[in-house]
Nanobody, 126 residues
């Protein structure tokens, strides 16, 4: 299984980026998918997740209203649309997926996911 994250880059505060996560050897219909991020010197933190069984998205409070997670089943790709970016959003962003159900209360735990992408750098300048 491989998850390939892309779409990161350098953007000014207030700008937008769209991250993509393409899967091979795995279908995003088999379990939840999520985005996490890790800033220098900080722990990896939850950003957003898409729960397969109820098609509901879940967001960290820090990104709610600015970020949108979505899935294109035909392309087996998950996206993270990021708007109104802030310098605090600067981090390496990772997509994660799992082959099997994760209860909703555990979606925010990195350890719940079995598959991880390599990460894509997002830098927001002030």
């Amino acid at each position: 299984v491989q998850l390939q994250a892309s779409g990161g880059g350098l953007v000014q505060a207030g700008g937008s980026l769209r991250l993509s996560c393409a899967a091979s050897g795995h279908t995003f219909r088999s379990g939840p998918v999520a985005w996490f991020r890790q800033a220098p010197g900080k722990e990896r933190e939850f950003v957003a997740a898409f729960q397969v069984w109820n098609s509901n998205p879940y967001y960290a409070d820090a990104v709610k209203g600015r970020f949108t997670i979505s899935r294109d089943s035909a392309k087996n790709t998950v996206y993270l649309e990021m708007n109104s970016l802030k310098p605090d959003d600067t981090a390496v962003y990772y997509c994660a997926a799992n082959n099997g159900r994760i209860i909703t209360s555990s979606l925010r735990r990195a350890g719940a996911y079995g598959y991880w992408g390599q990460g894509t750098q997002v830098t927001v300048s002030s």
